[in-house]
């Protein structure tokens, strides 16, 4: 498998995982302003670049995900529109 197809695998596992986790926690599912986005998404929603999106992280809230320097960024999407779409 090339690298591209396993982190689609990988993707679609986690939105299983996660609408399954959703079920038993009592939503059926996530709310779409609730719904976590990353840099690359955010950055496209407010017509920017990923880097330059990620150096704006400190404006909204956030979370980094992984313990290494280079973890990912995930931030929800109704934060993203709130700071910089209005």
């Given at each position: ?48 670049c990923p ?26 999407k109704a ?8």
């Amino acid at each position: 498998m090339r690298k591209q197809e396993i982190e689609m695998l990988a993707e679609l596992l986690s939105d299983k995982v996660a609408d399954k986790v959703m079920m038993r926690l009592g939503k059926t599912s996530i709310d779409a302003q609730d719904e976590m986005v990353d840099s690359k998404v955010a950055a496209k929603m407010i017509g920017v670049c990923p880097a330059y999106m990620r150096q704006l992280k400190d404006r909204i809230p956030h979370v980094k995900v992984g313990q290494h320097k280079q973890g990912r960024i995930l931030f929800k999407k109704a934060d993203v529109i709130n700071a910089f779409i209005k």
